[in-house]
């Protein structure tokens, strides 16, 4: 069975442009979740989406947006880039809506620089 | 207070010898825990769960102590493939997992 998958794996961009990342979930899996990871840190969480609906939105600005698709698949889209938003961006995918004890399974993620 | 720390280390150590690391939570309505293992430029993989009653995979233990909210990984025997980052996971159910920073360990041959 495929894992969770990302694409692009790698992605360089200048100050102002825009991005658009893609993420496929683990079969059957109806949640995807986004995670910014900075060199050093944690994943940050930015948004998690299930049943193509916002489950939960982190503390980023609105120039971060992102839908989920009826297959479960999913986009995380960056405007007005900005050298800060450099970074690993990690999808990981889940069976259900967040509850307690639930485990996600994160793709080999999106390393994104800005220039 | 952070949500979750942890001490980033790096804790260097000798093949066969036993770490620990400890992770702190400030959300005493947190329900699950979990241990994370990142590898250089890698995705976090689960490495396991942490029960109340404290549970053991191999060479690797996790306890948990609500009234102190920490947590802890063991690791027994270290081996070279052991080093990476180790995060920290706390969840209350209502919003998204919080990652701790990490723990670096480095084994040495």
């Known amino acids: 069975d495929a894992g969770v998958t990302q694409s692009p794996t790698h992605l360089i961009k200048t100050r102002g442009q825009h991005v658009t990342l893609r993420c496929s979930p683990i079969s059957g899996h109806k949640s995807v979740s986004w995670y910014q990871q900075v060199l050093g840190q944690g994943p940050q969480f930015i948004f998690q989406y299930y049943e193509k609906e916002e489950r939960g939105r982190g503390n980023f600005p609105d120039r971060f947006s992102a839908r989920q698709f009826p297959n479960y698949s999913s986009e995380l889209n960056v405007n007005a880039l900005l050298l800060g938003d450099s970074a690993l961006y990690l999808c990981?995918?889940?069976?259900?809506?967040?509850?307690?004890?639930?485990?996600?399974?994160f793709g080999s993620g999106t390393q994104l620089s800005v220039l | 207070r952070k949500e979750v720390e942890q001490d980033p280390g790096p804790f260097n150590v000798p093949e066969g010898a036993t770490v620990a690391f400890n992770c702190t939570y400030s959300n005493s309505a947190s329900q699950s825990f979990f241990w994370y293992r990142q590898d250089c430029r890698k995705e976090p993989k689960l490495l396991m769960s942490?029960?109340?009653s404290g549970n053991e995979d191999g060479r690797f233990t996790a306890q948990l102590n609500r009234a102190s909210q920490y947590i802890s990984l063991l690791i027994r025997d270290s081996k070279l493939s052991d080093s990476a980052t180790y995060l920290c996971?706390?969840?209350?159910?209502?919003?998204?997992?919080?990652f701790g920073k990490g723990t670096r360990l480095s084994v040495i041959a």
């Open positions: 996971v706390v969840n209350d159910g209502n919003t998204p997992l919080v």
């Open positions: 990981a995918s889940s069976l259900g809506p967040r509850g307690a004890g639930e485990k996600l399974f």
């Open positions: 942490v029960y109340s």
